[in-house]
Nanobody, 115 residues
Framework: QVQLVESGGGLVQRGGSLRLSCAPS????????MGWYRQAPGTQRELVAM???????NYADSVKGRFTISRDYAKNTVYLQMNSLKPEDTAVYYC?????????WGQGTQVTVSS
């Protein structure tokens, strides 16, 4: 069973930056999109950013201009560069890989932004 391995979360002050990484532990075929979701306590999981196999990107309005998603196609690794972080960005961030037959989720990495 392929797993998604996430890294890069942590504690940062308001205005700081973090970079999240996500790589599969094995080969995943027929990837349609890779992305990041987040879930804060008491809220539903929401899309943060995604990149399709064709290179199109989509961002939540709340992170546009601050976050950048990128993908290394050779390694099937997806990154989320987060700049100008705000306390409201505090959440568990989950990596997501969507294929034609199955959707994979990472275990989540905590991002905490202090004020």
């Amino acid at each position: 069973q392929v797993q998604l391995v996430e890294s890069g979360g942590g504690l940062v002050q308001r205005g700081g930056s973090l970079r999240l990484s996500c790589a599969p532990s094995g080969i995943i075929f027929s990837i349609k999109a890779m992305g990041w979701y987040r879930q804060a306590p008491g809220t539903q999981r929401e899309l943060v950013a995604m990149v399709t196999s064709g290179g199109s990107t989509n961002y939540a309005d709340s992170v546009k201009g601050r976050f950048t998603i990128s993908r290394d196609y050779a390694k099937n690794t997806v990154y989320l560069q987060m700049n100008s972080l705000k306390p409201e960005d505090t959440a568990v961030y989950y990596c997501n890989v969507d294929t034609s037959t199955i959707t994979y989720w990472g275990q989540g990495t905590q991002v905490t932004v202090s004020s």
